[in-house]
């Protein structure tokens, strides 16, 4: 199985470019002082009067991180370029280290300013350095709307509808009210009389700040998780033609996958043994190809499918398959062989355009009498389905994994509706070029 892992992405801090600032002239005994701010505390609304820390009043800037112009992404890849998230705790311990080390404005001689300078300096940072990572997650985690709607489809089936969402609003929300209450302890501690009260009030402050982020930091610990599961889905080249098998729950579908590719799914004589997509590839000379295995269909509703399912639909829907379509006609997975007729009659009809090859499964166990749903009630009138009960649909290919027959027949049939995969991908690709998709201005 190919899972690729993006392991060179880093987890970003603000660059740690300086920014000077001055203070202001004419008051005090430092008046020419000037303090270097790293770029994460460089927004700072704080100036220094009389000695002290003081917050100033700023026109007022939406804090509120602004959505990326929209794009439109045609290509799959988002969950490889997710940012690295750091355990909420790491983000707390390193904040918190930080910020202590803040030192307060040099050359404020009187104690009590220097300590409520130091302490509203150390709120500031601390705050800051809380919220930066949280922004940085909001701004790099795509929007589920600009998502390939492949990639979309598995945010939701695999996530769960809407949590995906959910789940950096409350990282938003952390990052809000860090801001806040940071602002206001800040604030509260260079507003303080005494060296003792501002030492409280920055104590204070620090656990606020730490307990806040300690309660509702499991929204990042989430978010890790998110990005973890998503950077593990298979990658699919758009590019590269893609087999996909397909057929009801037990059929033998991974079974020829490990045949045909270098996957080596899970093989278990129970329904929805498969799980999620998985990927392998085949090497024929120098052309290089997908194979994807999906969870079985069962006979029903589209509103009453489960999310293995609808994942299965999702890559039928969304990417450019040719399809492998997998009948095992003895009943011996459990569905039978008219459920199994209407599954396929449905796939069928709604993916008609995808090459395709049926093949039938388990052949060693048709050799001698047909094994079950002999005396399924059929309809008589039903000829085609009376047909695919004893041998599938017209033309499909017997094989068996067990007795080997068939296996050549059907490698070679997979490399030419491959080929003719990649000639379709190339004609697109070509149209696609010929038409740029503005017109030219003559
Ligand atoms: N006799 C026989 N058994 C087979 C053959 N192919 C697969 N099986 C068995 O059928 C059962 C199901 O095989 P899988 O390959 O897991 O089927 P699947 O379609 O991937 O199943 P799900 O992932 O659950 O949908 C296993 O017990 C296999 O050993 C075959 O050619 N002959
Ligand atoms: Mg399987």
């Known amino acids: 199985m190919t899972v690729v892992y993006s392991l060179l992405q880093q987890w970003q801090l603000p660059s740690s470019k300086f920014l000077r600032r001055s203070s202001k002239a004419g008051l005090g005994t430092h008046i020419n002082s000037s303090i270097f701010f790293r770029k994460s505390i460089q927004t700072s609304t704080y100036e220094i009067v009389k000695g002290s820390y003081v917050p100033t009043a700023q026109p007022k800037q939406d804090s509120t991180p602004k959505e990326k112009p929209m794009r439109k992404l045609e290509n799959l890849g988002a ?14 311990h390193s904040s918190l280290r930080k910020a202590k080390r803040v030192s ?34 909001i701004d790099n985690f795509p929007k589920k709307r600009y998502l390939h709607p492949y990639e979309r489809a598995l945010v939701e089936l695999t996530i769960g509808d809407g949590n995906y969402e959910e789940v950096l609003r409350k990282v938003d929300s952390l990052r809000k009210k860090v801001i806040s209450f940071g602002k206001e302890h800040a604030s509260h501690c260079a507003k303080s009389a005494s060296k003792r009260e501002a030492e ?27 990005a973890k599961t998503l950077r593990a889905m298979p990658v699919v080249d758009l590019e590269m033609p893609t087999l996909c098998l397909v057929g009801a729950p037990n059929v033998g579908k991974s079974s020829l996958v490990r045949i045909l590719s270098t996957g080596k799914p899970e093989i278990c004589n129970y329904p929805f043994t498969t799980r999620g997509i998985l990927m392998g590839h085949i090497t024929l000379g120098y052309q290089h190809f997908q194979v994807t295995d999906t969870p079985g269909l069962l006979r029903r509703h589209d509103e009453d ?27 011996e997975c459990g569905t039978s062989p008219s459920d199994q007729y209407m599954i396929y009659k449905d796939v069928k009809e709604r993916f008609d355009d995808h ?35 004893k041998m599938g649909p017209s033309g499909a290919l017997r094989v068996s994994v067990k007795s080997e027959e068939g296996i050549n027949e059907l490698k070679e049939r997979v490399h030419g509706l491959l080929v003719s995969q990649m000639d379709r991908i190339r004609s697109n690709q070509e149209k696609e070029v010929g038409d740029p998709g503005f017109e030219l201005i003559k």
């Open 79 to 92: 969950f490889q370029k997710l940012p690295m998230v750091m355990p909420s705790v790491d983000i707390l």
């Open 104 to 137: 307060p404005t040099k050359g404020i001689a009187n104690i009590a300013k220097r300590e409520r300078n130091r302490g509203a300096k150390q709120l500031d940072a601390l705050m800051k350095e809380l919220a930066a990572p949280l922004r940085g997650y």
């Open 200 to 226: 409280e009030r920055l104590s204070q402050g620090m656990s606020n700040l730490e307990e806040i982020f300690s309660h509702e930091g499991k929204a990042v610990d989430e978010l890790l998780n998110i």
């Open 305 to 331: 499918r489960n999310n293995l399912e609808k994942l299965t639909l999702a890559v039928l829907s969304h990417l450019p398959t040719a399809i492998l379509y997998v009948h095992d006609v003895t009943g």
């Open 355 to 389: 090459p395709w090859v049926d093949v039938i499964s388990k052949s060693d166990l048709m050799q001698g009498s047909p094994v079950a749903f002999v005396t399924e009630e059929v309809d008589a009138d039903d000829n085609e389905m009376a047909q695919y009960r």
